[in-house]
């Protein structure tokens, strides 16, 4: 390491990046298997709900990026495996969307407690025995402001459906972006302002500030649309 210079030594961090992270992940799957063994020793597996998340995903040189903060897939795209006791029928991958705001209200309905009125997030349970409400929600929120911070990653707010993506930034820029999904999963290329993307443009500066309503996010007063 000492030795190398230039691309040998972005090359050399890199595979050390890529490296540790594999440890981790292995590490990771051991001992949730490990978890899982004892519970089931224990006669405790059937009856426990056992849930591996994080706070959010992680770049792993996407877009030029190590660690996360951006509203791009990689890091919005959050974790969450489940191991679900008996009575819960769902398997395999759930397509709705969710969010880290549901976990208490899903934990505390399994545990048969009252959801406060204030809670911002749903309870995933329908979802969990295998149903598919019509009104769950179709796009989601997100809002970065940590700026400026050790991290400078600019302010930025934006919607996601299934389909595309819309991102602001702003405070000390003003800047939008957006994407479709279904084209252009990694996101390169910034479809806004673009001819014929009008229409998508104004539905989702619509349902933009129908979530920051609903999320009661001050910005909205500030930001015009």
Do not use: C
Request: cysteine-free; hydrophobic content about 35%.
């Amino acid at each position: 390491k000492r030795h190398l210079t230039g691309r040998a030594l972005t090359e050399f961090k890199f595979q050390r990046y890529m490296r540790d992270y594999a440890k981790v992940v292995k590490t990771l799957d051991d001992n949730v298997g490990r978890l899982l063994d004892h519970l089931k020793e224990q006669g405790l597996l059937d009856n426990t709900l056992v849930v591996y998340t994080s706070d959010q995903g992680f770049y792993m040189g996407e877009h030029g990026w190590f660690d996360k903060r951006f509203m791009y897939e990689e890091s919005l795209a959050t974790p969450l495996l489940m191991h679900l006791p008996k009575g819960l029928k769902a398997r395999g991958d759930i397509n709705e969307m969710v969010q880290n705001i549901d976990y208490a209200p899903t934990f505390l309905e399994l545990a048969g407690a009252p959801i406060p009125a204030d809670i911002q997030g749903v309870s995933l349970v329908p979802l969990l025995q295998g149903k598919h409400p019509k009104n769950w929600r179709k796009s989601i929120y997100y809002h970065y402001y940590e700026y400026p911070a050790e991290h400078s990653v600019r302010r930025h707010y934006g919607v996601r459906n299934d389909r595309y993506k819309l991102i602001h930034f702003y405070n000390d820029i003003d800047a939008w972006e957006l994407y479709d999904l279904k084209t252009d999963p990694t996101e390169m290329h910034n479809l806004y302002g673009k001819p014929g993307m009008e229409k998508v443009t104004r539905e989702m500066k619509k349902e933009l500030l129908r979530l920051q309503v609903q999320y009661d996010d001050s910005i909205r007063h500030t930001q015009k649309l």
